[in-house]
Structure formats: C-alpha cells, structure tokens
Nanobody, 116 residues
Framework: QVQLVESGGGLVQPGGSLRLSCAASGFAASSYAMSWYRQTPGKERELVAAIISAGSSTNYADSVKGRFTISRDNAKNTVYLQMNSLKPEDTAVYYC?????????WGQGTQVTVSS
C-alpha cells in the first residue's frame, strides 16, 4: 500500500521554525522526485520546494527562498522541509508529493499555522 505520511506541523509564532517530515512506504521512493506543496482555503495548491531523486538538485518558490530547505534521506525513505523565519502568510496545509514520470502520490497533509 502506497503511503506518504506527513508530520511536524503545528502552531508557531512569527519568526519561529518548524521541520516537516514525510515518510514514504509501499513504493521505491528513492527513485522519485519529492516535493512539498501548500494550500490555503479558496486557493490553488502551490509548489513550495522540490528535490530530485538523488538529492543533488532542489527548487524553491520565490516566497520561501532563503527561509526553507528541502532535503531527503533515501535510506529512511523520508523527505524533510525545514522552515525558518516563518511568516503568517506561510499558514497553510502542507502536502508531500512523490512523482516519477506519470505516477504521482500525495500525502494527507499537515496543518502549519503561523500566528502570535
């Protein structure tokens, strides 16, 4: 059974940090590109950060460059999103995505709320 399970979300004050994790199982996750997306009510899901299977190349949305870092541990089938200097506009449900050719898998999402 294919699963992507996100964890690490929660409530944090502006300027704070969180680290999201996404544990993959049921497929060869190490050969997939992995990404984090986020979505707020009434808006389309947007790409936040992506990392290729080898982990040597990453891509970030302009809004998070310099604040967020995506990484992966292929031995643990896990991808991470380190989020620093969080802003209220980072509040969203964050989703993990795995993609290889025409196959794509999604996690159930984890809520991140940035508020004082």
């Amino acid at each position: 059974q294919v699963q992507l399970v996100e964890s690490g979300g929660g409530l944090v004050q502006p300027g704070g940090s969180l680290r999201l994790s996404c544990a993959a199982s049921g497929f060869a996750a190490s050969s997939y590109a992995m990404s984090w997306y986020r979505q707020t009510p009434g808006k389309e899901r947007e790409l936040v950060a992506a990392i290729i299977s080898a982990g040597s190349s990453t891509n970030y949305a302009d809004s998070v460059k310099g604040r967020f870092t995506i990484s992966r541990d292929n031995a643990k089938n896990t991808v991470y999103l380190q989020m620093n200097s969080l802003k209220p506009e980072d509040t969203a449900v964050y989703y993990c995505n795995a993609q290889k050719l025409l196959r794509t898998y999604w996690g159930q999402g984890t809520q991140v709320t940035v508020s004082s």
